[in-house]
Nanobody, 126 residues
Framework: QVQLVESGGGLVQPGGSLRLSCAAS????????MGWYRQAPGKERELVAT???????YYLDSVKGRFTVSGDNGKNTVSLQMNNLKPEDTAVYYC????????????????????WGQGTLVTVSS
């Protein structure tokens, strides 16, 4: 069973910084991409940043220049450094991973999955 565990959320003042971390564990064969979504109250979940296995990255336009996603494939971890935070960044942040896991439930012994963390709340307020 693969699981993602997040840490690092909290309350911060506008202009402040936070760092979110996420670690994947379990029967992981390979991770193809890891990243972060967020969901603000009353809004749909949106992709914030992602890092693919080839180190290519994607950022939501509104966080470019302020957020940095980084990962360690060997440790199956991903982090999100958030600087110059704004009140509109307030949301529950979810770590996700697109991965291939080892399993006894397929002929090949592997299957592709998308796995989510439990979410961590980031509140930006004075």
């Amino acid at each position: 069973q693969v699981q993602l565990v997040e840490s690092g959320g909290g309350l911060v003042q506008p202009g402040g910084s936070l760092r979110l971390s996420c670690a994947a564990s379990g029967s992981i064969f390979t991770i193809n991409a890891m990243g972060w979504y967020r969901q603000a109250p009353g809004k749909e979940r949106e992709l914030v940043a992602t890092m693919a296995s080839g180190s290519s990255t994607y950022y939501l336009d509104s966080v470019k220049g302020r957020f940095t996603v980084s990962g360690d494939n060997g440790k199956n971890t991903v982090s999100l450094q958030m600087n110059n935070l704004k009140p509109e960044d307030t949301a529950v942040y979810y770590c996700y991973a697109e991965l291939t896991e080892q399993t006894k439930f397929t002929i090949t012994g592997y299957r592709n999955r998308e796995v989510w963390g439990q979410g961590t709340l980031v509140t930006v307020s004075s």
